[in-house]
């Protein structure tokens, strides 16, 4: 569940500042204790895992609005995980405290609220109040039952994060995509004429080379 073999390409990709690293914005704490998310500003957010919404609140260090969601205790990560959003729209939330949050609910829009200096989703996971890396985390959910190589979508059933991602960089460049986290049919078709516009294979295996087209500026 936790640690992935592979999949540093998939962290150079999307994660634009990585948990542990020197803080790039000022707040209590020593390192970063989320992962930054690249996302454009309106992408919509969701819970990743069922439970209960916590609080919605504007921090006072930065973080600016924030989602917070308690998971309960999650078998071998550990006791009283929760999970959280920051960087929120104002305004954008459909959910609010005391709500019961299933896995892939939305919950508000990307913002730029706090010290956000571009668009992401600073994303937090805590374990009994401690930080802990989310992005190995994220990455198993998705393709722990397939074991295949983080960091790559592949042309059949695949939901979550990653799928989320690219369906979001293909919406903002103006495909006709859904943006739902399930790498179906449709997002497969839009991948392809993606492919097909840049030059690349097209065969909807998002990996080193789709991405790389897909979000030029990172990695
Ligand atoms: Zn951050």
């Known amino acids: ?47 990743i895992q069922d439970g209960t919404v916590k609080r919605i609140y504007h921090s006072p260090y930065g973080g600016g609005w ?63 109040g401690q930080p802990v890396d989310p992005w190995p985390l994220l990455a198993d959910f998705q393709y722990s039952s397939h074991g295949l190589e983080v960091g790559t979508l592949y042309p059949y059933w695949s939901i979550g994060p990653m799928a989320r991602l690219c369906q979001s960089f293909l919406q903002y460049r103006g495909y006709d995509i859904a943006v739902d986290g399930v790498y179906g049919p449709g997002s497969q078709g ?15 295996i998002v990996g080193p080379m789709t991405w790389d087209a897909l979000i030029p500026n990172l990695g």
């Open 66 to 128: 924030v989602s917070e969601v308690s998971h309960g205790d999650v078998p071998v990560l550990g006791r009283d995980v929760v999970s959280r959003h920051m960087h929120c729209k104002e305004g954008s939330f459909v959910v609010e405290g005391g709500d019961d949050v299933f896995e892939g609910d939305i919950l508000c829009t990307q913002g730029a609220t706090g010290n956000a200096l571009d668009d992401h989703d600073h994303f937090e996971i805590r374990v009994s």
């Open 190 to 204: 839009a991948v392809k004429d993606f492919q097909r516009d840049q030059g690349l294979i097209v065969d909807a």
């Open 1 to 47: 569940m936790f640690l992935s073999p592979t999949g540093s390409y998939g962290m150079r990709s999307w994660v634009s500042n990585a948990f542990g690293a020197p803080r790039n914005h000022p707040g209590p704490g020593r390192g970063h204790a989320g992962v930054d998310l690249t996302a454009p500003v309106g992408h919509q957010l969701r819970n």
